[in-house]
């Protein structure tokens, strides 16, 4: 072999094998981004579909997350709180962060919802978010605060009846589930609510040794709740309108003062993050939300209101509405410093709730008179 | 020995040639991943203004029905200042962006100042001078809580007003 052949054959190998080399790195680097860019304009999707229905409040299904097989983990812990992705692969493919105050559960396939807390004056939205789910309420007693508060917390589920995604309700008492209180094997939200007639009432009231499926969530609810060893236990809204809740395996008690706190404790449950259980961190979070809008709110409320009445005053200095509207801003007022502590102790939370039903009674006035659109 | 030397000068020619094409590959392909990244960030302003011009007609701390604001809710907004507008910012994932609405009534628009309601007839809000945006209008309507006034009495009025809403790049 001359010498010439041999440098054409080193020649080759060493340039074919350069390209060959740079080409695969080249294309796997493309192949790894590809898959992320279409992960990510499906979590983009997603997002755009949460605020679409947080602010038309129509119930969709989600399911792009299936033909890419992952889902998005909700981060409350994160400043803004971000969706992201989890998939079977290691590499890191990205979040988005949400724009709007929402609760989730991971899935494939999810449906998304919103539920509004009604103060008269000012309303809060929430999305939820939550794949196919069996919720397992487990009542300890017949007492009437028991079975309303299992009403309000299913009604403030989605309900599933035009979705795909199906979240169904059923009851446990002791070793057995029963599925088909509404007189068919899955019980949407407001089947389920009409089913549970006062007959049902105080038939059951054993803890729930039955075995769960694993797209089950399990809420105990009763007037004497211990730490419970799967799901959460609540007690429900007493005539304070404070109940109290316990996850699984977390020794700590939450304070109640709407369904949508049973909802964050609930979707999250015990499941252990970095940062804690995330039913713990969702509480957090949408307490903290509900919170801040409801301060900002209150400000706004208590001068408008104020401002308003000055005007009428200048004009009728003995007008119903003067009374009505300064009275309303006095009774609101304190939502301002209580929203900053957040009803996190029993006291707090009991001001807050006794704070929140005063200004909603001093609006209702405020409308019963006309005041605060109508002034003739 | 003249041969193989041409012969290997081909080669490396060939090789040459092979290396500009492969180099011409990366850079179109380069190229075009900036213009797609450009063209998502603009995308993505482009969706976060329209989701935001959705919010502003819609929330209650503005409005007393969708796309129908009240003038004095603009006005005690006003009076909050910026430490309002990053709060609201704030509730919808944070940035900087603005918002402004100006009711048609006939007359030259003049701006409220914060608190103000009657005698003007534009709000503006959270606005940044001297920064590029991405912004959309929409028609609304602007309840007039005290549109006339007299000694004796007050009426209420609905205008047909405009909202912008835009994004800072």
């Known amino acids: 072999m001359e010498v010439y052949e041999l440098f054409k054959m080193v020649f080759g190998l060493i340039a074919s094998g350069f390209i060959l080399f740079f080409l695969i790195n080249f294309a796997g680097l493309y192949a790894g981004v590809g898959g992320c860019t279409g992960k990510n304009i499906a979590l983009k999707n997603f997002l755009k579909s949460v605020e679409d229905v947080y602010l038309t409040e129509n119930e969709i299904d989600f399911t792009d997350f299936k033909r890419l097989q992952f889902t998005a983990a909700f981060q409350p812990w994160q400043s803004p709180p ?28 999810v449906v998304i919802d919103a539920r509004t807390i009604n103060l008269g004056w000012w309303e809060y939205s929430m999305a939820i978010v939550i794949p196919e789910t069996l919720v397992v309420f487990s009542p300890r007693d017949g007492n009437d605060a028991t079975w309303d508060f299992i009403r309000d917390v299913t009604l403030a589920f989605p309900e599933t009846d035009n979705t795909e995604t199906k979240v169904r309700f059923a009851l446990c008492d002791s070793g057995k589930i029963d599925e088909g209180v509404c007189g068919s094997a899955g019980c949407s939200a ?71 706190d049973v909802i964050a404790l609930s979707l999250g449950g015990d499941e252990e993050t970095l940062f804690g259980p995330q039913g713990k961190l969702l509480y957090n979070y949408k307490r903290a939300s509900f919170f801040q809008e409801l301060g900002l709110a209150t400000e706004l409320a208590t001068v408008r209101a104020l401002d308003l009445a000055e005007a009428i005053h200048t004009v009728h200095p003995d007008h119903r509405c003067f009374s009505a509207l300064t009275s309303f801003a006095t009774v609101t007022a304190p939502l301002i410093p209580l929203a900053e502590t957040e009803g996190k102790t029993p006291s707090e939370a009991t001001a807050l709730v006794a704070t929140l039903t005063a200004s909603k009674n001093a609006y209702t006035t405020v409308v019963d008179l006309g005041c605060d659109y109508l002034f003739t | 020995m003249k041969k193989a030397q041409s012969e290997l000068m081909n080669y490396v020619f060939l090789t040459f040639l092979l290396m500009v094409a492969v180099t011409m590959i990366i850079i179109f392909l380069i190229g075009w991943q900036v213009t797609q990244l450009n063209f998502e960030k603009s995308k993505g302003i482009t969706d976060r203004a329209l989701f935001l ?10 409005v007393k029905d969708v796309s129908l604001f009240d003038d004095r809710k603009l006005a005690m907004f006003a009076v909050g200042g910026e430490e309002t507008c990053t709060k609201l910012a704030s509730f919808v994932g944070g940035g900087d962006w603005f918002f402004n609405v100006t009711v048609f009534d006939g007359k030259a628009p003049v701006r409220c100042a914060p608190g103000e309601v009657t005698n003007c007839n534009q709000w503006s809000f959270c606005e940044q001078s001297g920064r590029k945006f991405t912004a959309f209008a929409l028609p609304v309507n602007v309840y007039r809580t005290f549109a006339i006034t007299t000694p004796t009495d007050f009426l209420t009025q609905t205008d047909l007003g405009v909202v912008t809403v835009g994004v800072y790049t």
């Open chain 1, 82 to 109: 971000a969706f992201q992705i989890v998939d079977d692969a290691t590499e890191n493919c990205g979040y988005i962060r949400a724009t709007v105050p929402v609760l989730s559960k991971p899935g494939e396939e």
């Open chain 1, 190 to 260: 407001f089947d389920f609510v009409a089913s549970i007639l006062p007959a049902t009432q105080g038939t059951m009231s054993g803890a729930c040794t039955a075995t769960l499926p694993d797209n089950a969530l399990l809420i105990s609810v009763g007037a004497i709740c211990d730490v419970p060893t799967n799901g959460i236990c609540v007690q429900p809204l007493g005539s304070n309108g404070i109940g109290s809740a316990m996850i699984a395996n977390v020794s700590q008690q939450f304070t109640i003062i709407d369904p949508l």
């Open chain 2, 53 to 62: 011009l959705k919010y502003t007609t819609a929330t209650p701390l503005l």
